[in-house]
T-cell receptor, first 114, second 114 residues
Framework: EPEVTQTPSHQVTQMGQEVILRCVPISNHLYFYWYRQILGQKVEFLVSFYNNEISEKSEIFDDQFSVERPDGSNFTLKIRSTKLEDSAMYFC????????????FGEGSWLTVV | AQKVTQAQTEISVVEKEDVTLDCVYETRDTTYYLFWYKQPPSGELVFLIRRNSFDEQNEISGRYSWNFQKSTSSFNFTITASQVVDSAVYFCALSGGGADGLTFGKGTHLIIQP
């Protein structure tokens, strides 16, 4: 069964460093997403991406975040200058279409900022 | 603005009992989509079900069933004859469609005791 894959599974970084989280969405999916989950809290939407541009973004997705689809398979989330409060699980997700189509999640990348 | 409320923070039952997880949502959209996801201790988000706002038929899948009632803005999830493997955090989520991200509830931590 096709799945969303994410790397790394866990990353520890120093405050102020740049981090790139990588994702390979399901191959025939057109919409891509990043979500985050701070430990013990609910899952929060960050950004959606379609046709090589951002479609929607939340208030959390400020200037320190960026997304990119550098090639035909990868989808990345960059955090420019990490803060302690960026420590969270980051989930990549994809869906075949928008319009409420089922969104499938990867296993997550756990980011710890120290 | 969309909102999902899962009032039950934690539920603990003994194996083989039936358990219902409540979900109440708020949206101004006339077309919307409701989801349930399971997050086991390993952390991934597993898709369980998707419902659109025009389909109020209840659904049963094995031991799982869902009751969607537009009149009360609720989308409740029942597990029949619970098993220890059902222990997880369960999230209800709402989407307005398009490239909208999912709005998640805070989750219900379900503990099934042997």
């Amino acid at each position: 069964e096709p799945e969303v894959t994410q790397t790394p599974s866990h990353q520890v970084t120093q405050m102020g460093q740049e981090v790139i989280l990588r994702c390979v969405p399901i191959s025939n999916h057109l919409y891509f997403y990043w979500y985050r989950q701070i430990l013990g809290q609910k899952v929060e939407f960050l950004v959606s991406f379609y046709n090589n541009e951002i479609s929607e973004k939340s208030e959390i997705f400020d200037d320190q975040f960026s997304v990119e689809r550098p090639d035909g398979s990868n989808f990345t989330l960059k955090i420019r200058s990490t803060k302690l409060e960026d420590s969270a699980m980051y989930f990549c997700a994809s869906s075949r279409t928008g319009s409420g189509n089922t969104i499938y999640f990867g296993e997550g990348s756990w980011l710890t900022v120290v | 603005a969309q909102k999902v409320t899962q009032a039950q923070t934690e539920i603990s039952v003994v194996e083989k009992e039936d358990v219902t997880l409540d979900c109440v949502y708020e949206t101004r959209d006339t077309t919307y989509y409701l989801f349930w996801y399971k997050q086991p201790p390993s952390g991934e988000l597993v898709f369980l079900i998707r419902r659109n706002s025009f389909d109020e038929q209840n659904e049963i899948s094995g031991r799982y069933s869902w009751n969607f009632q537009k009149s009360t803005s609720s989308f409740n999830f029942t597990i029949t004859a619970s098993q220890v493997v059902d222990s997880a955090v369960y999230f209800c989520a709402l989407s307005g469609g398009g490239a909208d991200g999912l709005t998640f509830g805070k989750g219900t931590h379900l503990i099934i005791q042997p």
